[in-house]
């Protein structure tokens, strides 16, 4: 049990909805996340938008991974 509200999780799927909708938006987010896991060293980062509701943000949520995977992959490389 997370303690979150329905309204937590509303929140926190618009937050997701915006930025996957766009590529400036999942590139952001993807930087954020390499940025995250290189200062604070962490192993990974867990991404959780439950639930993409409709086709498009499907879609949206695997451009969002998709694109996170490809800048974790390029952070890799650089080590």
């Known amino acids: ?3 979150k509200t ?7 799927a618009e937050v997701f ?9 999942r ?6 996340c390499a940025w995250l896991i290189t200062n604070y060293k962490f192993d990974g980062i867990d991404i959780q938008w439950k639930y993409p509701q409709t ?3 499907m879609t949206d949520h695997g ?3 998709q694109t996170v995977r490809k ?6 490389s650089l080590h």
């Open 1 to 3: 049990y997370s303690g």
């Open 6 to 12: 329905e309204e937590d999780r509303r929140k926190e």
């Open 17 to 25: 909805r915006v930025v996957a909708s766009t590529e400036g938006g």
């Open 27 to 32: 590139l952001e987010f993807a930087a954020q």
């Open 55 to 57: 086709e498009k943000e």
């Open 63 to 65: 451009l969002l991974l």
């Open 71 to 76: 800048r974790l992959d390029d952070l890799e």
